[in-house]
């Protein structure tokens, strides 16, 4: 009885020997019970086994006062932290509706892959057996996912479907080697999703619908003419006929609380074809950081000729277009006074006279015979668009109903 006594101690001792922080206070000084029995039981056997029957009884009295619930581990858990290498991991459940933070907009790149095959059409919409109409806004609220592709390779799918440049870079017109393609986001991937609240509201679309990885606002850029957009060195500007036409749809929207047309409905097309309408821009330099590097263009269609040498265009780039793109011009808008407003921050009193300076400067915008005052006009003009497609002045409280439409 005494040596059955002492295995059984032995087998707790071993157990707790494990991990002994995990068990309850109580339980660890039983384990510090039978560390001391079995230090002492060799030197005299009677008063191990006098303490093995203590213990025994002691043990059986707290399993019959045992709780029926779990103990907190937290306690326990926080100090096996402290003392041992032992690592305890949590995950923490995201709470239910709404926005936690400005960087919780779904988008490309934060999608679980999902196997599904995916079927183009022309206009590079996914298909749908039962519904094949693209919605009046280019946000969809969830991104398409081509089986076994990386992120880029699907996004490159649809843009290309309805680039007009077929991949290629928008301003030197190359599409080799084609690892020195980037898909350029012309307003940034990083815009907050506040931003994008506001934006939502002014360009009547539904809340919490707009995705910065839409193909409209993904373009095709040479890597190096990429670093040089995204630092804010040169941007896209819309011809002054798109500006004219954003200027007149904002003003009208403000006169009429009750517009319901889309901002992307002013570049729909007739009803009868699936062509998306292009759109013509021009390179602007915001600074003189490309001043020694001169753009190598390659014509149109140069497949048509392969002798047909490259076209040399330098610092200002004023020869550097048209420029043809699929991106929509209300994008490229938002995307350009943003700079102009960061510049005008920046430069405070100095500021108008640098854009008096840029005016004179600019491509032609699409003017026949531009004038400075003409160039200075369109850029007064975007700014003012900016201005008003930021102003959260109107912005209805969450309680509106336009917050809940998807």
């Known amino acids: 009885m005494q040596n059955c006594s002492l295995r059984v101690g032995l087998v707790i001792l071993c157990i707790l020997r494990f991990d002994p922080l995990v068990l309850e206070p109580?339980?660890?000084?039983?384990?510090?019970?039978?560390?001391?029995?079995?230090?002492?039981?060799?030197?005299?056997?009677s008063a191990g086994a006098r303490r093995t029957r203590k213990v025994s009884e002691a043990f059986s009295s707290e399993a019959d006062n045992a709780p029926t619930t779990l103990p907190d581990t937290t306690r326990l858990v926080e100090s096996s932290r402290t003392l041992g290498p032992r690592k305890s991991q949590t995950v923490d459940h995201p709470s239910e509706g709404g926005l936690g933070s400005d960087d919780e907009r779904v988008s490309l790149s934060?999608?679980?892959?999902?196997?599904?095959?995916?079927?183009?059409?022309?206009?590079?919409?996914?298909?749908?057996?039962?519904?094949?109409?693209e919605p009046t806004f280019e946000s969809p609220t969830k991104p398409v996912r081509v089986a076994g592709s990386s992120v880029k390779t699907e996004l490159e799918t649809l843009v290309k479907a309805v680039d007009p440049n077929n991949g290629r870079c928008i301003l030197t017109g190359m599409a080799e080697p084609a690892s020195a393609i980037r898909l350029?986001?012309?307003?940034?991937?990083?815009?907050?999703?506040?931003?994008l609240t506001v934006l939502e509201y002014?360009?009547?679309?539904?809340?919490?619908?707009?995705?910065?990885?839409?193909?409209?606002?993904?373009?095709?850029i040479m890597a190096e003419k990429h670093i040089y957009m995204d630092a804010g060195h040169w941007a896209l500007v819309p011809h002054y006929a798109g500006i004219d036409k954003i200027e007149k749809w904002v003003e009208r929207r403000k006169g009429n609380a009750k517009d319901r047309s889309s901002i992307a409905d002013l570049w729909k097309r007739d009803s009868n074809t699936t062509e998306l309408e292009k759109h013509i821009y021009f390179m602007l330099p915001l600074s003189d950081a490309l001043q020694n590097m001169p753009i190598y263009?390659?014509?149109?269609?140069?497949?048509?000729?392969?002798?047909?040498?490259?076209?040399?265009?330098v610092f200002p780039f004023k020869s550097l277009g048209p420029l043809i793109s699929h991106i929509q011009p209300h994008f490229v808008v938002f995307a350009l006074g943003a700079r102009l407003a960061t510049l005008e921050e920046k430069m405070g009193p100095r500021f108008e006279k640098w854009l008096d300076d840029l005016a004179e400067n600019a491509p032609s915008f699409g003017y026949t015979r531009p004038t400075v005052n003409q160039i200075a006009d369109c850029l007064q003009k975007i700014r003012k668009i900016y201005k008003t497609w930021t102003s959260d002045n109107n912005l209805p409280s969450d309680g509106h109903g336009w917050y809940k439409k998807k």
């Open 297 to 313: 263009r390659l014509p149109p269609n140069p497949e048509s000729d392969p002798k047909v040498p490259e076209e040399r265009h």
């Open 184 to 195: 350029a986001h012309i307003m940034p991937h990083s815009t907050k999703a506040s931003v």
């Open 202 to 220: 002014h360009w009547n679309i539904p809340h919490r619908t707009l995705k910065m990885d839409t193909r409209f606002n993904v373009v095709s």
């Open 26 to 45: 109580a339980l660890y000084n039983h384990y510090l019970a039978y560390s001391t029995m079995a230090s002492s039981s060799a030197a005299d056997p």
């Open 110 to 133: 934060d999608e679980e892959d999902e196997e599904e095959e995916v079927e183009v059409d022309s206009t590079g919409t996914k298909t749908e057996p039962q519904q094949r109409k």
